[in-house]
């Protein structure tokens, strides 16, 4: 298993591009509910990625949450 990057921004980088790629696979396979909650957790990594996004830059020393 690849190790992911200690930021936790980087780690819902990593999560959503994931789940696009799972969302692909369950398709092929032809799993419709399976690709929906995979969609939806695709989905809520995208908004939670914006949510952070839209929250002001902390000062050095202290983590973006």
């Not at 914006?50 to 000062?59: F, G, N, T």
């Amino acid at each position: 298993m690849q190790e992911s990057p200690a930021n936790p921004r980087a780690q819902l980088h990593y999560i959503r591009d994931m789940l696009e790629q799972l969302k692909a696979i369950s398709t092929a396979s032809g799993s419709p509910f399976l690709f929906y909650l995979i969609d939806m957790a695709h989905q809520e990594a995208a908004k939670e990625l914006q949510r952070r996004d839209a929250l002001p830059s902390r000062r050095e020393g202290h983590p973006t949450v």
